[in-house]
């Protein structure tokens, strides 16, 4: 059986798959080319990431797959349901990225607080000539260290950010309609274990008193967070957003940002994915990068262990 892997997969993936008698493909066919390449190589399984759609275009023109699969946790770029109702396996790997994208999260946090995303474009053009006045520019961070941290979204990932939090001494405050409270324990190196309990709260409680908040939901039909939202955070608020572009009204973001009514943002999503607004990039209150919060080695080699383990269950 063939399995093209179409936006790659870990050597882990590959090797689990290929012991257990798989032909794996790590050719990446153009989107157009998909449906002739998936016919004339007669392909069992296609595995994508972000970069592959798989619609019911798609799925009714290649008879041959049986299983679509998604290195991560949304897959708002496959057309689940119908592939499903087709009598195709639809898999995914929920858990093996929460730390990875919880930990960019935090880097674009600490970077944030202490202006390294605006310092790392001024010092290789100003920090010769005008470091003094740079560093006094740069002199008011503050510690994460006390701070009240707002989730938005409390599954897998969101509960993965709230650890690192708490770990850092910050107050969690959540919102999530589909729990109540929810019980997290911090595995330390040593085999020590400490338990929280979250209760969660109103998303407005969370916008009104939040020092920093970051969003973990799916893609929805509208934005969770516009103009109206953005007023109801302190000033010195910065918003996250490592889930899913959209999600975020980047034109109320922009205009949030401008007038004052939050500080600061970190993106790793966009709306116009993969074009970002030329207003978001070049905003020096924005922290940028480039939708990568499962591309550790780590998560990597998890999803694909575990797409390798969900496939040989399947059709061996």
């Known amino acids: 059986m063939k399995v093209?892997?179409?936006?790659?997969?870990?050597?882990?993936?590959?090797?689990?798959?290929?012991?257990?008698?798989?032909e794996v493909i790590l050719t990446t066919v153009a989107q157009d080319q998909l449906e002739s390449y998936i016919n004339e190589n007669n392909i069992d399984v296609i595995l994508v990431r972000s970069a592959t759609t798989v619609r019911q275009e798609l799925i009714d023109a290649c008879p041959s797959l049986k299983i679509i699969g998604r290195g991560g946790v949304g897959m708002d770029n496959i057309d689940v349901q119908y592939a499903k109702d087709k009598g195709l396996h639809v898999i995914n790997t929920p858990a093996s990225s929460s730390h990875s994208v919880g930990e960019l999260v935090f880097a674009h946090l600490f970077g944030?607080?202490?202006f390294l995303q605006d310092a790392n474009r001024n010092m290789p053009l100003e920090g010769d000539t005008k470091f003094g006045a740079l560093k006094k520019s740069y002199a008011k961070g503050v510690e994460l260290k006390g701070q009240t941290l707002g989730v938005i979204g409390f599954g897998r990932i969101g509960q993965a950010t709230a650890k690192i939090a708490l770990g850092l001494g910050m107050k969690v405050i959540a919102f999530d309609p589909f729990f109540d409270k929810v019980d997290l324990d911090l595995e330390f190196f040593d085999g020590q274990k400490v338990s929280f309990t979250v209760n969660t709260v109103s998303k407005e409680e969370v916008l009104k008193n939040a020092d920093f908040i970051t969003l973990h939901v799916p893609a929805q039909d509208?934005?969770?967070?516009?103009?109206?939202?953005?007023?109801?955070?302190?000033?010195?608020?910065?918003?996250?957003?490592?889930?899913?572009?959209?999600v975020i009204d980047e034109v109320a973001l922009i205009e949030a940002l401008e007038s004052g009514e939050i500080a600061k943002a970190g993106l790793d999503v966009f709306e116009s994915e993969p074009k970002p607004s030329m207003k978001v990039l070049m905003n020096p209150n924005i922290s940028l990068t480039p939708h990568i919060g499962a591309a550790t080695l780590e998560a990597q080699d998890r999803i694909g262990t575990e797409l390798a383990d969900q496939i040989i269950s399947i059709l061996k």
Not at 14 to 21: F, I, R, S, Y
């Open 222 to 246: 509208g934005y969770v967070i516009s103009t109206p939202e953005f007023k109801m955070m302190k000033n010195t608020a910065i918003i996250i957003n490592a889930a899913r572009g959209g």
């Open 4 to 22: 093209l892997a179409n936006d790659g997969l870990a050597q882990s993936g590959v090797d689990a798959l290929e012991k257990a008698g798989f």
């Open 112 to 114: 944030l607080v202490r």
